[in-house]
């Protein structure tokens, strides 16, 4: 018996030092969370519904460990359904503050995790790095080059007609000297230059017929852009940087003009597209330059707002919406019948075919000239796509036996027939 | 010194002609007769609706080609509802998965990733956070096409983009992905 009430007080005892190791250990855990692994499980669980300081779907979290005890908070982020249903005021409170959007629970966040992820939300976050000066500084030489290419162009030019004006110049002061001087100067005994080529009538026949070819190529050229937009940028009524969203954060082309793939018509994207993203990207964080600063970018985001009543500070929209009259670059004239979802979804034609480097232009501009000459002209280069399209493949056989090709082009499906545009 | 001048006038007049050239306006025409359509075009101005622009909302209980009802509503007993008992209408085969791959390439793997483990190029630049990996989540077909149909948390409806059956493909797609992804 005593040996029974020994081991068991032994018992006892081992339990309680486990215990308060045990009580410790979650203590210093507690204080000890580490920010570092808790951004990172901030950032894949939490952060879909919340902010550190700003309020999203769910609150703004800054300070929560002050506001609530470390077993309340546990509870409730493996599940708050139960503390909700368990009668707790304080998370029948929040649950009704927030429109009664359940949260997810996450059962399998472990107590470290969870101190991790509080010891985050409660560390200071960083200050976001302000570096416009080597974001400027690495944009530069690009542009720089061809700066630098005009400016000596331009200082050519001005030296060449600075010397001309000057020899005329002192041609003059030495005649006038020379008639001081009481010099004259006598003609010598040969021509002038002029009199002596237009007497020479080859010469002259030479001169005109070059004459009249030059200016009919610069003529031709004058009269063929007549009507050709190329290089045509409006402003826009909202600065949208194609550079950003399609170059630095590889958006698919498709995803916004998403009608290319099925329509006519590539599709302005609606703003409630815009939406998707920017309803949660209120500031831009990326590279800036001088001209096109974080506060410009920003200013941007928030015409889009107003445009389509977003109301950031309530996460709400008002339903006061504004349109944007966006500028239309491309423009085909009426008489001319294009279809995007032919050559996009059929052709399988790149963006890029006829759009240019969109993922490189800050500003929209039109890239190609969009004449008849430029559309067939790649109608007769490119190969249409034959392989594994079985609904067709009896065609294309007999059309590549008849053209005697491997690969028959477009111009050959009879992409040259004028009633396939004009009609 | 008249020569002097004749050539500042002369390079006067060349800076007027070269300066014409606006970028920011569009070239002028030359009797641009059937230019300009006469009915109204895809997002133009036109006078005949109140608002003045082409783009109208359809009329409320408009109905358009190819439209499926569905009647689960946006709401978390809907979401609960669908996870349960939404199947799809479509056969499950290789067509189906490629049209899915191609369309999740495009509108969901910016943010989800090609794989579909939450790790897509805006989460890793940190535009865009807390996207989950498929197969931390317990989705269903039906609950992944009712968070394609009108999003969830910070989660945009992509029914915009994707017609309902173009829906059901993505849903295929990813309900394979998160077969690969289970460990």
Known sequence: MKNVILRSSFLYMLLAVLMVTLVFSQIASAQEGDPVAGKQLFNSNCAACHRVNQKLVGPALAGVTQRRTKEWLQKWIRNSSDLINSGDAQAKAIFEEFNKVPMTPFPLLSDADIDNILAYVEAPPPAPVVDTSVASTTAAPAEGSQNINQIVLAALVIVLLLLTVMLVLVRQILSKIAKANGIEITPTGRKPIWKAFAENQFLVLVTVVFLLLSSAYFAY??????????????????????????????????????????????????LNVCMNCHKSIAEYKGETTAEYS??????????LYKAVGWDPEVQQYSGETQPVEWVRIHNLPDFVYFNHAQHVTVGGVACQTCHGPVQEMEIMSQFSPLTMGWCINCHRQTEVKMD?????????????????????????MGGLECAKCHY | MKAFKNIL?????????????????????????????????????????????????????????????YDYPNTPEGYAAARDSLKSPLEKNEVNLEKGKALFTIYCAVCHGDKGDGKGILVQNEKFLGVPDYSTRPITEGSIFHVITYGLNMMGSHASQLSSNERWEVTQYVEKLRADLMP
Do not use: W
């Not at chain 1, 974080?294 to 015409?303: L, M, N, R, S, V």
């Open chain 1, 221 to 270: 050229g004058y009269l063929m852009q007549v009507g050709v937009d190329q290089g045509y940028q409006p402003i826009q009524p909202i600065h949208y940087s194609h550079k950003i969203h399609a170059g630095a954060n590889q958006i698919d082309c498709n995803y916004c003009h998403s009608s290319a793939r099925v329509s006519k018509t590539s599709g302005i994207p609606s």
């Open chain 2, 9 to 69: 006038a002369g390079l006067a007049v060349a800076m007027v002609l070269f300066s014409c050239q606006d970028k920011q306006k569009p070239n002028y025409q030359f009797f641009p007769n059937m230019y300009a359509p006469v009915g109204y075009e895809a997002y133009g101005k036109s006078d005949a609706f109140a608002n003045g622009m082409e783009a109208q909302l359809p009329v409320p209980g408009t109905i358009n080609r190819d439209f499926v009802p």
């Open chain 1, 388 to 412: 594994n399209n079985l609904y067709y493949e009896k065609i294309h056989e007999a059309l590549s036996k008849k053209y005697g090709l491997e690969k028959p082009t477009v111009a050959e």
């Open chain 1, 294 to 303: 974080k506060a410009f970018y920003d200013g941007e985001i928030q015409k």
